[in-house]
């Protein structure tokens, strides 16, 4: 295995421990940590009621709260790419793992995927200026209505 | 020439591994010696600002520059102190005192359009040289995305250095289990943070990003969701290529005026 595979398979691993989203769990993270701080600070305010105790929680899961927290809303969105580069991606995979495209060859055919379904999804941006994912149903019939 | 490895690219790769190498002497300190804590404490710093240092090109620039200027200070006070002409005589001289004094304020005061050869030394004319390729790269639909990422990457550095701290801060003082645990973790994801900057660094420096389904993806939903379209597109209106152009291409498509056929 040469350089860039081994980067590839870490940067990918990598990507992978952070969620796919590296802002959102290190401010998930952030928050997290400021939490415990303040958690600790009004310990003793926090001690005097009795509706929820915080000390019950082990301390390293205040971070995974706060990851999981600032990921949800993309979990819930979910990230669709255009169908025609999902259909494309399926195809070089399903070759290369076919053992019919070498790994130059398969490298290759990603790059002229990426560099076509670029332009068609931002010449279509272009076209339609308006954000994609952008929930505007309930918006709409009320203005129709 | 052309080789020497730009400062702030190769400033990740240096934070990073000496990072890791702070980690590592303080480990070997703390658990194989029998010093005390403090002086564990000292060692480390001391060693690994040392190793930082050495390892760093910028860094090892940075402090030979420092060290010829004291140096050079120093005996340029002396001379004046004995004797004025020959001191000045010395100044005009001295090498390294006029390139230091001359190039620098040059090369920031420079436009790209000045005769270089001339003018600058070998390291100044590279480093602009390497300035205006970076420029021709930030001008990809890659380099755009990069820059984002980079940024993102930044945040979440910065973001994550700071929960170490809180997180780090509160465990060294009340040594509590859970605490050092989650300090533990912390120090964990910065650390990654750190090398993926590094790795994607790399990566689009040697050519390598986009032959992944993962980085297809990746870039594909970036530019789904970047909240300016037009940052894809030069100033003429066309869309900018995806990747680097091959040398031969460079010509033919300047005159065409299309992006690049592809890798292929």
């Given at each position: 295995m040469n350089a860039d595979g081994i980067t590839s398979l870490m940067g990918r691993a990598i990507d992978f421990v952070f969620v796919d989203d590296r802002r959102a769990t290190s401010m998930g993270i952030l928050f997290g940590g400021v939490v415990l701080f303040f958690v600790k600070l009004f310990a003793p305010a926090l001690q005097q009621q009795t509706i929820v105790d915080f000390t019950a929680v082990p301390l390293y899961l205040y971070p995974v709260v706060g990851v999981f927290g600032f990921n949800a809303p993309r979990f819930f969105r979910g990230e669709?790419?255009?169908?025609?580069?999902?259909?494309?991606?399926?195809?070089?995979?399903?070759?290369?793992r076919a053992k019919r495209l070498t790994p130059d060859e398969a490298h290759a055919l990603y790059k002229t995927v990426l560099e076509e379904e670029l332009a068609n999804l931002l010449a279509e941006r272009q076209v339609n200026p308006s954000r994609p994912r952008k929930p505007r149903g309930p918006r709409e019939t009320a203005a129709t209505a | 020439m052309s080789t020497e490895r730009p400062a702030r690219r190769s400033f990740y790769i240096w934070f990073g591994f000496s990072s890791l190498v702070v980690v590592a002497v303080y480990l070997v300190i703390r658990f194989l010696s029998p010093w005390t804590h403090q002086t564990g404490l000292v060692l480390t710093i001391v060693v690994s600002s040392i190793t930082a240092a050495s390892v760093a090109p910028t860094m090892r620039r940075l402090l030979e520059r420092l060290l010829r200027f004291v140096t050079h200070g120093l005996t340029v006070a002396l001379?004046?102190?004995?004797?004025?002409?020959?001191?000045?005589?010395?100044?005009?001289?001295?090498?390294?005192?006029?390139?230091?004094?001359?190039?620098w304020g040059r090369t920031q005061s420079l436009g790209a359009e000045t005769d270089e050869g001339s003018l600058l030394s070998d390291s100044e004319a590279a480093l602009l040289r390497h300035g205006r390729q970076r420029h021709a790269r930030e001008r990809l639909a890659v380099g755009v995305m990069t820059r984002e990422f980079e940024k993102s990457l930044t945040t979440s550095s910065v973001a994550l250095f700071l929960a170490l701290l809180i997180v780090g801060g509160y465990a060294a003082w009340s040594r509590e289990r859970g605490m050092m645990i989650a300090a533990v973790i912390t120090g964990g994801f910065f650390l990654l943070a750190v090398g993926r900057q590094a790795i994607l660094a790399w990566r689009t420096r040697r050519g390598y990003f986009g032959s992944s389904e993962h980085e297809v993806r990746e870039l594909l939903a970036f530019a789904m969701r970047h909240p300016t379209p037009d940052d894809f597109f030069d100033d003429n209106g066309h869309l900018l290529p995806a990747f680097d152009l091959r040398p031969e291409q460079v010509s033919a498509t300047a005159a065409i005026g299309q992006p690049s056929p592809g890798a292929i």
């Open positions: 669709a790419l255009p169908r025609t580069a999902e259909t494309r991606l399926k195809v070089v995979r399903a070759e290369l | 001379e004046a102190f004995r004797d004025r002409r020959r001191a000045r005589r010395k100044i005009e001289d001295n090498h390294v005192a006029r390139e230091m004094m001359d190039g």
